[in-house]
């Protein structure tokens, strides 16, 4: 079983399920998971975990992302984008300034409403489900931020931006806001996701590519079983994501302890610095294999386990 991450070029027409479907088949592996879904007509960064890295999938989702986008002005959908039935067409009267006034005043942390056509839940029921039965439910806001929109070119009716926000925020809702703000309605034209966490478009594979390489390994390698260090370059190691974190590894005559779950002493690993006690803390074992994150409990006076990931 292959264990790490992938920098998956999603691209349109594919779901993020339908990603993860495909990589399963290449891989021929169950154990694979993405990090946060991405529209049928979005495209770009879709990191996917495969076997024991799909215990970062939680964590992944968890990161602020980087969007660069098409708002499209006086068009409104049901969908708030592009692909969806028009719900109104009105002349964009405001000058470049002023939507580029409206556009900055959307940064900070707002409350966005989720839209219907989305993946979320309500009674145990998608809402895209509910929307396409013809049935709309309240939806509450939910807190989200915005750290930054820069504004890439502007060209009325259209607007291309790059846009830096927490998880959970709609960028068609964005585009769909900004629109009603400015009286003239708007929709998302175009999404492209560029950065998820240290994860860049530029660094990214499309399934294509991941297939090829996947195929010439197997024919160069006949009856071989196929790991990630066969796949340098395409898969990442799943202490990648953590490398902002300090390291320090255990003590070899206490591996075992570390391999059954136990809470970790400062006496027992290699380096200890009280530096340590105010974050969390990439673990390895005494040959240098990582196992997990752990973070100091100030009670207890020892490292506890947030997540481990085992071999």
């Known amino acids: 079983m292959i264990n790490g ?3 998956v070029y999603k691209e349109k027409g594919y779901t993020s399920h339908d990603v993860v479907a495909k990589l399963r088949g290449i891989f021929q592996q169950k154990k694979i998971g ?5 529209d049928p007509d979005a495209e770009g960064v879709l990191p996917v975990c495969l076997g024991k890295a799909t215990k970062a999938c939680g964590l992944l989702t968890e990161k602020d992302k980087v969007y660069e986008a098409v708002l499209l002005l006086g068009k409104t959908t049901d969908t ?3 692909s969806g039935n028009i719900l109104a067409e009105q002349e964009v009267t405001c000058q470049e300034r002023q939507a580029a006034e409206a556009i900055a005043s959307f940064t900070g942390e707002l409350k966005q409403v989720p839209p219907m056509y989305s993946a979320l839940k309500v009674n145990g029921k998608k ?5 396409r039965a013809g049935i709309e439910v309240e939806r509450k806001p939910r807190e989200i931020t915005v750290f930054s929109i820069q504004i890439l070119e502007i060209s009325l009716p259209r607007v291309r931006m790059q846009v ?6 709609y960028i068609r809702t964005l585009c769909h806001d900004i629109g ?3 009286g003239c309605g708007g929709c998302m034209e175009s999404l492209v996701r560029t950065r998820v966490a240290g994860f860049a478009l530029e660094d990214a594979h499309k399934l294509a590519e991941i297939e090829r390489r996947v195929r010439q390994n197997r024919a160069e390698n006949p009856g071989g079983i196929l790991s990630g260090k066969d796949l340098q370059g395409l898969v990442k190691d799943t202490d990648y994501v953590f490398l902002h974190y300090p390291s320090s590894s255990v003590k070899p005559e206490f591996s075992k302890l570390l391999y059954n779950g136990n809470p970790l002493k400062p006496e027992w690993l290699t380096e200890w610095d009280k530096s340590y006690q105010a974050g969390s803390l990439r673990i390895y074992d005494s040959d240098q294999v990582f196992t997990g994150i752990y973070r100091w409990d100030g009670e207890k006076k020892d490292l506890r386990p947030a997540q481990m990931f085992l071999p």
Request: proline share 0%; net charge negative; glycine share 8%.
């Open 34 to 38: 993405h990090t946060g879904t991405l």
């Open 164 to 169: 830096h926000c927490s998880k959970g925020t």
């Open 127 to 131: 809402l895209c489900d509910l929307a």
């Open 180 to 182: 009603q703000s400015l």
């Open 5 to 7: 991450i992938i920098n």
């Open 80 to 82: 708030q984008d592009i």
